[in-house]
């Protein structure tokens, strides 16, 4: 029996929710639900939690466990988390150049805006508006 097949059906005969057992381990029910779906692993201290939990051994517990498709199921939740990092960098910084160019963007009308005005009260201040 796989992790995920096993987990499912400990839960079960105890009677919990994916929410009650999820709050034991303090994660989410949705974790309960990735763990159970078999899509990721717990981590070594939510094993041991899990084991002592449901007053189990670590070999009952994860025993007939595929460490291969672990491995890469940890490795796939490593890079999903790096993509998400560069992601969120990425909008941060996109963030701050949008600010700066409309901060920019300001600055200039309030410099147009200023001229403009000057052009109105000074027309005939020559050394103001070179012309040729």
Known sequence: MKFNEKLLSI????????????????????????WEAGQSYPDFQRLVMLSDYFNMTLDELVKDVDFQDVREKNLTDEKVSSIFRDVQRSKDLLTKIYKFACILGVIILILICIGFIAHLLFPNIEWLWVTK
């Open 11 to 34: 839960r079960k005969k105890q009677g919990l929710s994916q929410e009650e057992l999820g709050m034991e381990l303090e994660v989410s029910r949705q974790t309960i639900s990735k």
